[in-house]
């Protein structure tokens, strides 16, 4: 953020008590990346590795906030409310570029701290002096496309002991994404299967699994799969048909197509006291 301790030593002075109940605008996000900043190498036409970033492009900065993560990957039923689950970004990371935008690059070593890794998804909000929070911003790191990156030599620091100003022709700098290695999270306490006849079932979950992963059933029995993507209120609910006693396998599989295996169960549903088994056991008696 801009050097603002001057200007904070001048006297501010009102009759009345007045708060700042004003919440900052949405951060706004045109790049978000983590990967190697390759450097060309004239001589070649070839490009070399410069450092190994995490790199966010942001809009709507409001000078004096800090920034604040959630990873809903590494935990997908964060809140914000909960005071451990969050991090902030360093605000040596910052760098600003005019007009309310801001970059944010850092090594590998500060986005650890962060709690980002490549191919997370996670939310980021900017909190005023007041501790006014903005509305969150949801990023999905894609890890699969490498990308050019308009002038990233002019306004920055060293990146993991890499001058990256150094960079000759900043506009022709790349990006080559890392491979999303972690699979996604799956929190099967807040998973259940329910019979909703004695054939069709449906699989459902809140803040069980990030936002944006697909939910896969495939029933060995019928051979037949059915799927599902996460929304972003962070629920799914995946219809299926089975039969009682048919074997179920479950994966999930994130935005960069790394899968989490959960295995096979079989359609077992347990008799609720008002639940479909209940029902079921009631018409049978008519």
């Known amino acids: 953020m801009p050097n603002v301790s001057l200007a904070s030593s001048i ?26 900043v ?4 004239p001589a070649t036409g070839s490009f070399t590795r410069a450092g190994d970033p995490l790199v ?3 809009t709507n900065v409001e000078p004096g906030c800090r920034l604040e993560v959630l990873n809903l990957s590494k935990n997908p039923e964060a809140e914000w409310s909960d005071e451990g689950g969050k991090n902030t970004v360093p605000g040596s990371t910052l760098k600003a570029l005019g007009d309310g935008r801001y970059g944010v690059v850092m090594g590998n070593d500060a986005a650890k701290k962060l709690g980002v890794d490549p191919g997370d998804v996670f939310e980021i909000r900017q909190v005023d002096a007041a501790g006014n929070p903005s509305e969150p911003t949801r990023i999905k790191l894609e890890q699969k496309t490498q990308i050019n990156v308009q002038n990233l030599g002019s306004a920055y620091g060293k990146v993991d002991l890499i001058d990256v100003p150094a960079l000759p022709m900043a506009g022709s700098a790349r990006i080559r994404p890392y491979a999303d290695a972690a699979a996604p999270t799956v929190l099967t306490k807040n998973v259940r299967i329910d019979a909703s006849s004695a054939d069709k079932g449906v699989l459902r979950g809140t803040k069980a699994i990030e936002p944006g992963a697909t939910v896969s059933l495939h029933n060995e029995a019928t051979q037949k799969t059915f799927s599902v993507v996460v929304g972003e209120d962070r629920k799914f609910e995946l219809p299926f048909d089975a039969k009682i006693g048919h074997p179920l ?14 295995g096979i169960t079989n359609f077992a549903p347990s008799c609720a006291k008002a639940g479909v088994c209940n029902t079921a056991s009631l018409l049978a008696q008519l």
């Open 56 to 58: 966010l492009m942001l």
């Open 11 to 36: 006297n501010q002075v009102s009759t009345a008590c007045l708060t700042d109940t004003e919440a900052p605008k949405q951060l706004g996000v045109s790049l978000a990346k983590f990967g190697d």
């Open 249 to 262: 396998h479950l994966w999930v599989t994130d935005h960069n197509g790394t899968k989490t295996d959960l």
């Open 38 to 41: 390759l450097r060309p190498v």
